[in-house]
């Protein structure tokens, strides 16, 4: 199944902008990434809302907000997922 992309930031998501994103109720959009075989991988909070990244162990990934409203929000989509954990050198440092 094929994921819609939007482009913008998790951060700045008014109600004006997730107007013009692909947004369906939370549980709706759930069932469809799990038809994808994407789990959440990674989640953090703007505000309000919760910004999450699903992928699958083939490497498609999602982004999505999700608002307080109940509306999940899809952000961004494309392959090649690969986790990192990486410890970015202090400022002022060389990479």
Known sequence: MRLCLALCLAAFAT???AQT?????????????????QTRRALGHAGQAVMETFASDTGAWTITI??????M??????????????????????I
Request: hydrophobic share 40%.
């Open 15 to 17: 109600n004006t902008q």
């Open 21 to 37: 994103m692909p947004c369906a109720p939370r549980a709706q959009v759930l069932d469809m990434l799990a038809q994808a075989e």
């Open 73 to 94: 929000c899809l952000l961004a989509n494309g392959q090649d997922f690969t986790a990192r954990h990486e410890v970015f050198p202090a400022a002022g440092r060389a």
């Open 66 to 71: 999700s608002l307080p409203d109940g509306r």
